[in-house]
């Protein structure tokens, strides 16, 4: 089992940055394939990132793709999302995802991951 923390999220002015973080605790961390998803108000949670155990494969839904990149860090026990040129469409609760299972087309589904942060608010001001 896996406890997840995010952390990183705030308030920042359209066109702006941030880093968000997401640290692990309890197995070892490198066994997990991370994820990252976003929650708008009203709208369901949708998928933005994915990275490999190793982090030599990484994915993206086509709506970030170019503006966001997901990274982690095993020594760490950290997985990363860094978000550049904020649009108030980029308003949501973001959370990290945990899973070892080994099915990349599934990458982009809730059902996928086992373990779910408690999320941090990103709030993007036009």
């Known amino acids: 089992q896996v406890q997840l923390v995010e952390s990183g999220g705030g308030l920042v002015q359209a066109g702006g940055s941030l880093r968000l973080s997401c640290a692990a605790s309890?197995?070892?961390?490198?066994?997990?394939?991370m994820g990252w998803f976003r929650q708008a108000p009203g709208k369901e949670r949708e998928f933005v990132a994915v990275?490999?155990?190793?982090?030599?494969?990484?994915s993206y839904s086509d709506s970030v793709k170019g503006r966001f990149t997901i990274s982690r860090d095993n020594a760490k026990n950290t997985v990363y999302l860094q978000i550049n040129t904020l649009t108030p469409e980029d308003t949501a609760v973001y959370y990290c995802?945990?899973?070892?299972?080994?099915?990349?087309?599934?990458?982009?589904?809730?059902?996928?991951?086992?373990?779910w942060g408690q999320g941090t608010q990103v709030t993007v001001s036009s």
């Open positions: 309890g197995r070892t961390f490198s066994d997990y394939t």
């Open positions: 990275i490999s155990w190793s982090g030599g494969t990484t």
């Open positions: 995802a945990a899973t070892t299972k080994f099915q990349w087309s599934r990458i982009a589904t809730m059902t996928f991951y086992d373990y």
